[in-house]
C-alpha cells in the first residue's frame, strides 16, 4: 500500500486501511476511531483506496449475486465486486484478503469503504455470538433502549437529538450488539443524518463534516467519541421500542405485548431485511454458506433475540413530524 496507514481491531477483525486517497481515508479513520490500534498483527482484512476512473469491463462476463437500490454485487470465484452506479466500486480479493475501493467521486468512494468495512466487521462480531440489531441503541439510567425503525426512519437524528440531551448515552445509532445474556454492546461510528428535510435541520452540533451519500442526499456527521457521548460498557437491554412513522405533529409512547416485538426482531435481527450491512456480509464469505449452515445461524440469532425479548419491557413509540415531540415521547425510557 502506498501512503499512511490506519490500523483498526473491530471485535477481533483487524484491519488496515491506506492507498493515495487521503480524504477518503481520513473519512474512515474518523468512523472507525473508536477501534484505532496500534498493535503490530496482521491484517485480516486489507483496505486500499485509489482515485481511478471505474472499469468494470475488466472483470469479464461475471454473474451478479445481489441487486439493491444503489449496488449491485458480482461474485467469481476469487473476487467479489461491488458497482456503485458505475462512479464507485469496491473489489474484494478473497486469496489475497485485501479490498481495493476504486472511483472519481470521493464522497461515493467513502461511502463504499465505510459500508464494506463495517458490514465484515459485523459479521465478525455474530461470530463471537453478539448479533447486530438494526436499531438504535441508547443507555439511560434503567439500562439498554433499543429503538427499531426501518432504514431512512430517523435513528440517526434521533441519536443525534438523544447526545444533544446531555443526558443520555450513545450505544450505537445504527446496529448495537446483543448478546446472549440480553446485553447491548457498543458499536459506535461517526453519526451521520441528513441535513436535507425538516426532520435532519438543527439537530445536533453545526460544525460537523458534510458528505454526500450514494443515494446524493448531504450527510452531517457528527462524533460520539466527542464530550462523553459514549457508553462504552456492555448494558442491559431494559426496554424494545418498536417505532412507526405518521404525519401528524404528535407522539405518543404506550406499552405493548412482547409478542408484539417477534416478527421486527425476525425481519431486523434474524433475516436481516433491508439491513445496508448486507454488502460487508458478502464481502467476507467466498461464497454462499451451504443450507444447513444458513439454519444453523438462524437458530442462534433467534435464541439471542428470544433472550433479549425476556429481559425488556415492549413498547410501541408513534412517531409525528415534530423531531422535539418524538424526544419528548422517548424519553422517560431513559431517565
Given at each position: 500500500?502506498?501512503?499512511?496507514?490506519?490500523a483498526f481491531d473491530i471485535y477481533g477483525l483487524t484491519v488496515s486501511v491506506g492507498g493515495s486517497w487521503e480524504e477518503v481515508i481520513r473519512g474512515i479513520d474518523l468512523d472507525f476511531a473508536w477501534f484505532r490500534?496500534?498493535?503490530?498483527?496482521?491484517?485480516?482484512?486489507?483496505?486500499?483506496?485509489?482515485?481511478?476512473?471505474?472499469?468494470?469491463?475488466?472483470?469479464?462476463?461475471?454473474?451478479?449475486?445481489?441487486?439493491?437500490?444503489?449496488?449491485?454485487?458480482?461474485?467469481?470465484?476469487?473476487?467479489?465486486?461491488?458497482?456503485?452506479?458505475?462512479?464507485?466500486?469496491?473489489?474484494?480479493?478473497?486469496?489475497?484478503?485485501?479490498?481495493?475501493?476504486?472511483?472519481?467521486?470521493?464522497?461515493?468512494?467513502?461511502?463504499?469503504?465505510?459500508?464494506?468495512?463495517?458490514?465484515?466487521?459485523?459479521?465478525?462480531?455474530?461470530?463471537?455470538?453478539?448479533?447486530?440489531?438494526?436499531?438504535?441503541?441508547?443507555?439511560?439510567?434503567?439500562?439498554?433502549?433499543?429503538?427499531?425503525?426501518?432504514?431512512?426512519?430517523?435513528?440517526?437524528?434521533?441519536?443525534?437529538?438523544?447526545?444533544?440531551?446531555?443526558?443520555?448515552?450513545?450505544?450505537?445509532?445504527?446496529?448495537?450488539?446483543?448478546?446472549?445474556?440480553?446485553?447491548?454492546?457498543?458499536?459506535?461510528?461517526?453519526?451521520?443524518?441528513?441535513?436535507?428535510?425538516?426532520?435532519?435541520?438543527?439537530?445536533?452540533?453545526?460544525?460537523?463534516?458534510?458528505?454526500?451519500?450514494?443515494?446524493?442526499?448531504?450527510?452531517?456527521?457528527?462524533?460520539?467519541?466527542?464530550?462523553?457521548?459514549?457508553?462504552?460498557?456492555?448494558?442491559?437491554?431494559?426496554?424494545?421500542?418498536?417505532?412507526?412513522?405518521?404525519?401528524?405533529?404528535?407522539?405518543?409512547?404506550?406499552?405493548?405485548?412482547?409478542?408484539?416485538?417477534?416478527?421486527?426482531?425476525?425481519?431486523?435481527?434474524?433475516?436481516?431485511?433491508?439491513?445496508?450491512?448486507?454488502?460487508?456480509?458478502?464481502?467476507?464469505?467466498?461464497?454462499?454458506?451451504?443450507?444447513?449452515?444458513?439454519?444453523?445461524?438462524?437458530?442462534?440469532?433467534?435464541?439471542?433475540?428470544?433472550?433479549?425479548?425476556?429481559?425488556?419491557?415492549?413498547?410501541?413509540?408513534?412517531?409525528?413530524?415534530?423531531?422535539?415531540?418524538?424526544?419528548?415521547?422517548?424519553?422517560?425510557?431513559?431517565?
Open positions: 500500500m502506498s501512503g499512511d496507514q490506519r490500534s496500534e498493535a503490530q498483527v496482521e491484517p485480516k482484512l486489507m483496505v486500499e483506496v485509489e482515485s481511478d476512473p471505474v472499469d468494470l469491463a475488466r472483470f469479464g462476463d461475471v454473474p451478479a449475486a445481489s441487486v439493491g437500490s444503489t449496488s449491485v454485487v458480482y461474485r467469481s470465484p476469487t473476487h467479489t465486486i461491488t458497482d456503485y452506479q458505475g462512479r464507485a466500486c469496491s473489489v474484494m480479493d478473497h486469496r489475497r484478503r485485501r479490498l481495493s475501493i476504486l472511483g472519481e467521486d470521493p464522497d461515493l468512494a467513502y461511502e463504499a469503504a465505510h459500508l464494506a468495512i463495517k458490514g465484515a466487521s459485523l459479521a465478525q462480531a455474530e461470530g463471537r455470538g453478539l448479533l447486530p440489531l438494526h436499531a438504535l441503541g441508547l443507555a439511560g439510567a434503567q439500562g439498554a433502549v433499543a429503538l427499531l425503525l426501518p432504514s431512512g426512519g430517523g435513528k440517526s437524528t434521533m441519536a443525534a437529538r438523544a447526545m444533544a440531551s446531555g443526558t443520555v448515552r450513545l450505544l450505537s445509532d445504527d446496529a448495537p450488539l446483543l448478546d446472549v445474556a440480553g446485553r447491548l454492546h457498543p458499536f459506535p461510528l461517526r453519526v451521520g443524518w441528513m441535513t436535507s428535510g425538516d426532520r435532519g435541520n438543527g439537530v445536533g452540533p453545526s460544525n460537523g463534516a458534510e458528505v454526500r451519500s450514494i443515494g446524493g442526499r448531504l450527510k452531517r456527521m457528527m462524533d460520539p467519541l466527542d464530550d462523553g457521548w459514549l457508553e462504552p460498557a456492555p448494558t442491559p437491554l431494559r426496554h424494545i421500542v418498536l417505532g412507526k412513522r405518521t404525519l401528524g405533529p404528535r407522539s405518543t409512547l404506550r406499552r405493548a405485548d412482547r409478542s408484539r416485538a417477534v416478527r421486527p426482531l425476525l425481519q431486523e435481527a434474524v433475516l436481516r431485511v433491508g439491513v445496508g450491512q448486507g454488502v460487508g456480509y458478502v464481502l467476507v464469505e467466498r461464497k454462499a454458506a451451504p443450507t444447513l449452515r444458513k439454519v444453523g445461524k438462524l437458530i442462534r440469532r433467534m435464541r439471542i433475540c428470544a433472550r433479549g425479548l425476556r429481559g425488556a419491557s415492549v413498547w410501541e413509540l408513534t412517531m409525528g413530524r415534530d423531531l422535539e415531540r418524538c424526544w419528548e415521547a422517548l424519553a422517560p425510557l431513559l431517565r
